[in-house]
């Protein structure tokens, strides 16, 4: 038997009147995911526990059938993993995100989507100014770097910049422990970054400047129980951004390079379903993560989250149904790890829809319940603990 988790990272939405009062979910033409619906099983879930935020960090977390209450201690330990960084037991990892700003508000958390060429001299260079016996700057991909810090302050306050574009920073800026050392380093960053050469070119093509580092969301490493252990088998995770490869790495998976995948609307969706196919000839289970209708939500990019669904329907999940139908047994665990909201253009707080379909067992009657945001009132199963929804993937009940 084959299992596959599937989650197209944000997602899921709330109506738009531009769409008739319909979502992105509801109006993208997805004929794959319709298909196993129809064959499956249309509920919903609770991914984050309602008192944690839902960010993709814990709520993958969730989904991959780990407590995040139990196990979760920062976004920025996860995603050192996934680049290979190994944390003492003093160090305090933080995600460290290359922003935009005017020197008065955060304007762009990703710095215009800067290249992950363009990002790696200019926090190296940064690095070099700033980096202490007890404080170092890790590049990573695009906007998204790591700061690690020797006895930092692993409870600081921080604000995510995804969630706090175009609000001052003096409101924003870290409280409680560490908090004026962070202050510090982040008006540092600004002094080194705002007219550097780079940016003053920037700003003469129009895009915005990577004039600032933002460190957020600190902890220490985690220890996640090996997913082998939890579930009898091996797998694989299919993802470009680092958290969700970080906790990939953490559960023991194999993290699979996929060339092209860029976490980013132009990530090719082929490959990633190509590469997940093949995946499962190594394993039995694979977990395919997408972040670019999470990019869209961010971005209120209706077009492009709509888009992003679409590809992933026919790119990954028809690859991947396509590949294994006739083949082999398989179940299908597909739902978004939260809400995205256009209007809103942050995570929402909330149950999502989840399908799960067994090629052994299919659905007789056929599911009347579309995999869409309807299934908050339709359907007949709501589950609470987000952690618990892969064992639909495991449970033979």
């Known amino acids: 038997m084959k299992r596959i988790l599937l989650v197209p990272d944000g997602a899921a939405d709330e109506p738009l009147e531009v769409l ?15 298909e196993l619906a129809r064959a499956g099983l249309v509920g919903t879930v609770q991914v984050t526990p309602p008192d ?32 290979g960084i190994l944390l003492g037991p003093e160090d305090v990892a933080f995600r460290c995100s290359l922003i935009s700003t005017d020197g008065e508000q955060l304007v762009d958390y990703s710095a215009g989507h800067i290249t992950t060429e363009e990002a790696r001299p200019l926090i190296e260079w940064v690095n070099e100014r700033l ?11 695009s906007y998204r770097h790591i700061l ?17 574009m175009g609000k001052p920073l003096q409101e924003i800026y870290p409280k409680g422990e560490g908090a004026e050392q962070l202050q510090r380093f982040i008006e540092e960053s600004y002094a080194l970054l705002d007219n550097h050469p780079f940016n003053q070119q920037r700003r003469a093509q129009g895009k915005p400047p990577a004039n600032m580092l933002w460190p957020w969301s600190p902890g220490r490493a985690p220890e996640l129980t090996p997913f082998s252990h939890l579930h009898g088998t091996t797998g694989a995770v299919i993802a470009a951004v680092d958290v969700i490869r970080g906790l990939g790495r953490l559960a023991g998976l194999e993290v699979v390079n ?5 976490g980013y609307f132009d990530t ?13 000839q190594r394993h039995d289970f694979v977990w395919v993560h997408l972040e670019a209708p999470d990019e869209a939500g961010h971005q209120a990019n209706v077009e492009e ?52 379909f067994d090629s052994q067992r299919p659905s007789q009657p056929p599911n009347l319940t ?25 449970d033979d009940a």
């Open 20 to 34: 008739n009062h319909r979502t992105p979910l509801q109006v993208a033409n997805t004929p794959y995911l319709d």
């Open 305 to 356: 989250k709509i888009r992003a669904i679409e590809n992933f329907d026919r790119l990954i999940v028809g690859t991947l149904v396509e590949g294994l139908r006739g083949n082999e047994p398989f179940r299908l665990l597909c739902a978004p790890d939260h809400k995205t909201p256009i209007s809103t253009r942050g995570h929402a707080k909330g149950p999502v829809p989840f399908l799960f």
């Open 370 to 394: 579309m995999f869409d945001e309807s299934a908050l009132t339709q359907a007949s199963i709501h589950i609470k603990e987000g952690w618990k929804l892969i064992h639909l993937l495991f």
């Open 52 to 83: 944690m935020y839902p960010g993709s960090d814990a709520a993958n977390m969730a989904l991959l059938g780990y407590d995040p209450k139990h196990y979760y201690t920062g976004r920025g330990p996860i995603e050192a993993a996934a680049m």
């Open 268 to 280: 090719d969706y082929a490959a990633k379903g190509r590469y997940a196919l093949a995946a499962l």
């Open 148 to 164: 690690v810090w020797k006895n930092g302050p692993a409870h600081a306050q921080t604000a995510l910049p995804h969630e706090n």
């Open 258 to 262: 996929v060339p092209g995948a860029t």
């Open 131 to 141: 980096a202490t016996s007890f404080r170092r700057l890790y590049p990573g991909v």
